[in-house]
């Protein structure tokens, strides 16, 4: 493979490359070199400019607040909230996609209820001078950072170039989704006590009908209970009219019990339901706790200043070398036919390629 290659290069009018030709280490300073000064001026200049850059850019600081939502282990009331608001799926991205309690708080609070919440309460569009709201969204979402860890533990973060500004946005985060929290778990109590007390209302009616009947048959029949003694138990308490139908009697006097005792147990677990769902409505069903509140950072967090300059150093630099090498690239086919012949040998294989 190598033989034939050299016989085209050859055949072409190309030398075969010579081992003084080899480029080492020593050749390599020696580029650098002879065109330190060229590289050394690209670089302080751009060091320069980095610096101008970063001392125009103004500071920006970071309210960063960390809260507990409720879990799903621990405390009733943090295990009911999250069951109260399980309906909220559709509106933070579907339950199929949440998989830890925190992701439908972070849903929460990227949502656009609490945005608007945070726009109308803080003036955010007077702030920003936005003349959308839509405006001032994109704004608010660009300085919010919001993240859950495999704690648990939801951080939830705002830049600005007010410290004070930044704190407060980050801290009113909380209170909004608070608030949220709340409203959703007493809209879900109170819609289910309604629902308990419509099935109660069709149970007592249910036993009053149970209990008429019952009623009616021992009028008729003239069929009564005795104290102690339990038809139901096929103890024979019971005394029959004339009829002459006793197991006929007996079984209808059985089955209109049962129903009753059936609807005298309906109508307990009712009101249970009801009386829960009316502590609900009335209690505090908020279960977010705030681990670190923001306070006004005393550091700026925006720009990485010295980690600006240094990079820019470093690509000038990098850009400098490059261009030595290729300026002596250049120099070296101009004065040596043999490298020119490369060259354009080069360029006819890449014809060919295209």
């Given at each position: 493979?190598?033989?034939?290659?050299?016989?085209?290069?050859?055949?072409?009018?190309?030398?075969?490359?010579?081992?003084?030709?080899?480029?080492?280490?020593?050749?390599?300073?020696?580029?650098?070199?002879?065109?330190n000064r060229f590289i050394i001026k690209l670089t302080a200049v751009a060091a320069i400019l980095?610096?101008?850059?970063?001392?125009?850019?103004?500071?920006?600081?970071?309210?960063?607040?960390?809260?507990?939502?409720?879990?799903?282990?621990?405390?009733?009331?943090?295990?009911?909230?999250?069951?109260?608001?399980?309906?909220?799926?559709?509106?933070?991205?579907?339950?199929?996609?949440?998989?830890?309690?925190?992701?439908?708080?972070?849903?929460?609070?990227?949502?656009?209820?609490?945005?608007?919440?945070?726009?109308?309460?803080?003036?955010?569009?007077?702030?920003?001078?936005?003349?959308?709201?839509?405006?001032?969204?994109?704004?608010?979402?660009?300085?919010?950072?919001?993240?859950?860890?495999?704690?648990?533990?939801?951080?939830?973060?705002?830049?600005?170039?007010?410290?004070?500004?930044?704190?407060?946005?980050?801290?009113?985060?909380?209170?909004?989704?608070?608030?949220?929290?709340?409203?959703?778990?007493?809209?879900?109590?109170?819609?289910?006590?309604?629902?308990?007390?419509?099935?109660?209302?069709?149970?007592?009616?249910?036993?009053?009908?149970?209990?008429?009947?019952?009623?009616?048959?021992?009028?008729?029949?003239?069929?009564?209970?005795?104290?102690?003694?339990?038809?139901?138990?096929?103890?024979?308490?019971?005394?029959?009219?004339?009829?002459?139908?006793?197991?006929?009697?007996?079984?209808?006097?059985?089955?209109?019990?049962?129903?009753?005792?059936?609807?005298?147990?309906?109508?307990?677990?009712?009101?249970?339901?009801?009386?829960?769902?009316?502590?609900d409505a009335a209690k505090d069903s908020t279960g977010i706790q705030v681990l670190d509140k923001?306070?006004?950072?005393?550091?700026?967090?925006?720009?990485?200043?010295?980690?600006?300059?240094?990079?820019?150093?470093?690509?000038?630099?990098?850009?400098?070398?490059?261009?030595?090498?290729?300026?002596?690239?250049?120099?070296?086919?101009?004065?040596?036919?043999?490298?020119?012949?490369?060259?354009?040998?080069?360029?006819?294989?890449?014809?060919?390629?295209?």
């Amino acid at each position: 493979m190598v033989t034939s290659m050299e016989n085209q290069a050859n055949q072409e009018g190309v030398q075969p490359q010579r081992p003084d030709d080899e480029i080492n280490l020593m050749d390599l300073l020696l580029v650098i070199a002879r065109h330190n000064r060229f590289i050394i001026k690209l670089t302080a200049v751009a060091a320069i400019l980095a610096v101008i850059y970063v001392l125009l850019q103004p500071n920006i600081y970071t309210g960063k607040t960390v809260i507990l939502p409720p879990q799903q282990q621990g405390s009733s009331s943090a295990s009911m909230l999250l069951g109260q608001l399980g309906g909220l799926a559709g509106i933070t991205g579907g339950a199929m996609g949440i998989k830890a309690p925190g992701d439908l708080y972070v849903g929460m609070l990227k949502s656009r209820t609490v945005a608007d919440a945070l726009m109308q309460r803080l003036k955010l569009q007077e702030l920003y001078e936005a003349k959308t709201m839509t405006a001032v969204r994109a704004a608010l979402e660009g300085a919010t950072v919001i993240t859950t860890g495999k704690d648990g533990f939801i951080t939830i973060e705002y830049s600005d170039k007010d410290p004070k500004l930044a704190a407060a946005i980050a801290n009113a985060y909380v209170e909004e989704l608070d608030g949220l929290v709340r409203a959703i778990a007493a809209k879900e109590a109170l819609g289910r006590k309604a629902f308990y007390e419509k099935q109660l209302k069709e149970v007592r009616a249910g036993l009053d009908r149970a209990e008429l009947e019952m009623k009616g048959f021992q009028e008729q029949n003239r069929v009564f209970r005795l104290g102690g003694a339990s038809s139901l138990g096929g103890g024979g308490g019971m005394v029959l009219g004339a009829t002459g139908e006793i197991p006929k009697a007996e079984l209808e006097f059985v089955r209109i019990a049962r129903d009753v005792k059936y609807h005298e147990m309906l109508l307990g677990a009712m009101a249970q339901q009801v009386s829960a769902a009316t502590i609900d409505a009335a209690k505090d069903s908020t279960g977010i706790q705030v681990l670190d509140k923001a306070l006004p950072p005393e550091r700026e967090s925006k720009p990485k200043r010295a980690l600006i300059v240094l990079l820019a150093t470093l690509a000038a630099l990098f850009i400098g070398v490059i261009w030595a090498f290729i300026r002596e690239a250049a120099e070296r086919s101009r004065q040596d036919p043999g490298q020119a012949e490369r060259i354009n040998l080069l360029r006819r294989y890449f014809r060919r390629g295209c």
